[in-house]
T-cell receptor
Framework: DTEVTQTPKHLVMGMTNKKSLKCEQH?????MYWYKQKAKKPPELMFV???????INESVPSRFSPECPNSSLLNLHLHALQPEDSALYLC???????????????FGPGTRLLVL | AQSVTQLDSHVSVSEGTPVLLRCNYS??????LFWYVQHPNKGLQLLLK??????LVKGINGFEAEFKKSETSFHLTKPSAHMSDAAEYFC????????????FGSGTRLSIRP
């Protein structure tokens, strides 16, 4: 099973709202990722969690707040977003790298976010 | 620094004809290379992965890619296109600076003519 699930599929929020995106995997992966993808562009890395600890933050604005409650779950808390934050938000997971090459990242279907 | 270049932003082929999506990379070390496909309004699905075990890599749905170190290329091919192959394709290379990072090409949109 190589499935990563994300909820909700679609989300519309105002600039004063607080909402959360959820991601779940049951593959035993210890690395989890958040990406942002704008239309007709490749995904851009936002955050990486390794063994439930934040290991990479790609200078993402603080209105995006990640959380990894356990090894299977990854959340992205959203607050005071701007219209330009509208995008497809993708979650991915992988085995932790053993140093013998990059592990394959498995992606979820994404949450399409619209900020009004 | 690593980079990956997808040479065509859009490729259009007729159903039943061969597909060639071109990708060139730069890497200081022996890279890991991937091809992912993204259908409209969907997430990314792994097509195949190269990790130095064999230069010709077979993937899902009849796709394959050949790693050519001398040409720094990793082109994706399929002998016969299906309508269901219409999608965006991303060539991806490992980032030498971090085992957690991968670098995406800009993508190639594949259209299939009936």
């Amino acid at each position: 099973d190589t499935e990563v699930t994300q909820t909700p599929k679609h989300l519309v929020m105002g600039m004063t709202n607080k909402k959360s995106l959820k991601c779940e995997q049951h593959m035993g992966h210890r690395a989890m990722y958040w990406y942002k993808q704008k239309a007709k562009k490749p995904p851009e890395l936002m955050f990486v969690y390794s063994y439930e600890k934040l290991s990479i933050n790609e200078s993402v604005p603080s209105r995006f707040s990640p959380e990894c409650p356990n090894s299977s779950l990854l959340n992205l808390h959203l607050h005071a977003l701007q219209p330009e934050d509208s995008a497809l938000y993708l979650c991915a997971s992988s085995q932790e790298s053993t140093g013998l090459g990059v592990e394959t990242q498995y992606f979820g279907p994404g949450t399409r976010l619209l900020v009004l | 620094a690593q980079s990956v270049t997808q040479l065509d932003s859009h490729v259009s082929v007729s159903e039943g004809t061969p597909v060639l999506l071109r990708c060139n990379y730069s890497s200081s070390y022996s890279p890991s290379l991937f091809w992912y496909v993204q259908h409209p309004n969907k997430g990314l699905q792994l097509l195949l992965k190269y990790t130095s075990a064999a230069t010709l890599v077979k993937g899902i749905n009849g796709f394959e890619a050949e790693f050519k170190k001398s040409e720094t290329s990793f082109h994706l091919t399929k002998p016969s296109a299906h309508m269901s192959d219409a999608a965006e394709y991303f060539c991806v290379v490992s980032d030498d600076s971090s085992a957690s990072k991968i670098i995406f090409g800009s993508g190639t949109r594949l259209s299939i003519r009936p």
